[in-house]
């Protein structure tokens, strides 16, 4: 099945330092999202962003969606130990089906 | 706790076996979905319903799988003759009008 592009694959961090991770896509999509995934759970809704050029903020998260409709990043400010997990981007073009990034999987130690 | 639930969390089968997992999405949700996440990637669309009825099924969706929303409500994911390749996170997601996607906590299957 169809995957996303996400940059880095995995990044280790120490806590307090900043992260950021990206998405691309040969596709336009109208919607794009981002997830946090712990083991062996569901992926949970970080942000969600309608429109292109928005730029959106849900605490130390902040997420852009690319002007081109093709890309996405995510910023993660001053990380702590419980933002480890693995970071999933997803499109959402016309017909509601999301499309999934490969996941960014994020360590950070104290 | 998203409101979306699954069950069971965890099945354990061997290879033949017929299997069968429920989701019970958020009450007002018209719209369910149905993931399946092997180990490493992000979740991939199987198929998705707009109250009872099934609109769109992926390619990923063999003649094996069978998937029901009788009543428009709970749905239910049926897997016939397992295999190994069927291991997986089974995940569910439900929607109601322009919202976002929730999803469950999903069901883990392990095929021996």
């Known amino acids: 099945g169809q995957q996303l592009n996400q940059s880095p694959q995995s990044m280790f961090i120490q806590e307090g330092e900043d992260v950021s991770m990206n998405c691309t896509s040969s596709?336009?999509?109208?919607?794009w999202l981002w997830y946090k995934q712990e083991p062996g759970e569901g992926p949970v809704l970080l942000i969600a962003?309608?429109?292109?050029?928005e730029l959106t903020s849900n605490g130390r998260l902040t997420a852009q969606f690319g002007i081109t409709r093709k890309d996405s990043f995510l910023n993660i400010s001053a990380s702590i130990p419980s933002d480890v997990g693995i970071y999933f981007c997803?499109?959402?073009?016309?017909?509601?089906?999301?499309?999934f990034g490969t996941g960014t999987r994020l360590q950070v130690f104290p | 706790d998203t409101g979306v639930s699954q069950d069971p969390r965890h099945k354990i089968t061997k290879r033949g076996q017929n299997v069968t997992f429920r989701c019970d999405p958020i009450?007002?949700?018209?719209?369910l979905y149905w993931y399946r996440q092997t180990l490493g990637q992000g979740p991939e669309f199987l198929t998705y319903?707009?109250?009872?009825?099934?609109?769109?099924k992926s390619r990923l969706l063999s003649d094996r799988f069978s998937a029901e929303r009788p009543k428009g409500s709970f749905s239910t994911l049926e897997i016939q003759r397992t295999e190994q390749g069927d291991s997986a996170m089974y995940l569910c997601?439900?929607?109601?009008?322009?919202?976002?996607?929730?999803f469950g906590p999903g069901t883990r299957l392990t095929v021996l």
């Open positions: 997803a499109g959402q073009p016309v017909t509601d089906k999301l499309i």
């Open positions: 596709s336009i999509f109208n919607t």
């Open positions: 962003l309608y429109k292109a050029g």
């Open positions: 009450s007002e949700h018209n719209r």
């Open positions: 319903f707009q109250n009872e009825a099934q609109l769109e």
């Open positions: 997601a439900s929607v109601q009008g322009r919202d976002t996607q929730y």
